[in-house]
C-alpha cells in the first residue's frame, strides 16, 4: 500500500484526498513532473524538480516550496514506500479558491509514490506504432495537469492499436507524443525537434549521449521526414528509448527495430543508469 504527501502529511493512499474547492479540481489548474527510480534511487531528481518550477512560473502558479525542501520531501516520501522500483509524481495544485477561480497563492504540495509498471518486453524487441494528430496546444514547455488533449489523442490512438500518438502543428511538422519526445535516424544523424515541446529530461540524457556517436541536428521534422526516416524512436521518463516501426499506416525501414537505435539504447544504459544515482 503507497503513502503519500497530501499537503504537509503522510497518509495512506485510501485517505489521501484534496478539497473540492481546490483550482486543480475546478480549472485544472496545477503542474506536476514524472520521476523514476532506478536502483531505487530517483533518477536525474534535481532536473526533474527545475522543471517543476519552471512549468509552475510560466503559468503564473506560486511554488513556496525551495528546490532543497522539495527534494527532502520526495526522498522522504519515498523512503516511507516500499518498492524494487517506484514512479514519483509530484504535483502542485492551484490551491482553494472561495470563487473557484481566482488563485490565492496558496498550493497544494502532492508526492504520490507508486509501484514503477512494467512495459511489454515487445516494446523494446518488436517496436510500438504511432498515430499523428494536428493540435493546437496551450504552453507545450510547461508540464500542466490539464491533460485533455493528450486524453483524446491516447484513446484514438488506442482504438487504432498504437501505444501513443504524436502531435502536429497545423503546418504539419511533428512536435512530440503526448507523453514522450520523438527522434528519427537519416542515416548516420540523429535529428529531433526542438519547437514547441517539452524539454524532457530522457531527451537531454539521449543528446548528451549521442552526441559521442553520431551527428545530431536539431531542428523541424515534417510528417512526410518521419514516414522516410530509417529509423524512429521515442523517449520518456518511464519508457526509456522505445524503438517505433509504425507511424499511422506506414511502417518505417525494415519494419523492425533500427541498429542505431539499439546502439543508443545500449550505450545510454552503460553511460547513465549506473552513474546517476541521486
Known sequence: MSIY????????????????????VLRGFGVFDLVRTYNGKPFFLKEHLERLHHSAAEIGLHVPWSHNELNGIVLETLA???????????????????DFTTPQNK?????????????????????????????????PGVKSINYIPATVALEEARRKCAIEALYLDRKGYVL??????????KE????????DILSGITRKVVL??????????????????????DEVFITGTNKGVVPVVQVDDVHIGSGRPGPLTLKLTA????????????
Open 267 to 278: 550505450e545510454l544504459t552503460r553511460r547513465t543508469i549506473p552513474d546517476h544515482q541521486s
Open 80 to 98: 516511507k514506500n516500499n518498492y524494487p522500483e517506484s514512479n514519483i509524481r509530484i504535483v502542485v495544485t492551484g490551491g482553494s479558491s472561495p
Open 208 to 229: 548528451d549521449v549521442a552526441g559521442a556517436h553520431f551527428e545530431v541536428q536539431i531542428r523541424d521534422i515534417s510528417r512526410q521526414e518521419l514516414l522516410g526516416a
Open 176 to 185: 512530440e507524443g503526448t507523453t514522450s519526445n520523438i527522434f528519427i535516424f
Open 188 to 195: 548516420n544523424t540523429l535529428i529531433t525537434p526542438g519547437r
Open 5 to 24: 504527501y497530501i499537503d504537509g502529511s503522510f497518509v495512506p493512499v485510501e485517505e489521501a484526498v484534496i478539497p473540492v474547492d481546490d483550482l486543480a
Open 107 to 139: 498550493p497544494r504540495l502532492l508526492v504520490l509514490v507508486s509501484p514503477l509498471p512494467k512495459l511489454p518486453e515487445t516494446w523494446y524487441t518488436d517496436g510500438v506504432k504511432l498515430t499523428t494528430r494536428v493540435t493546437d496546444r496551450f504552453k
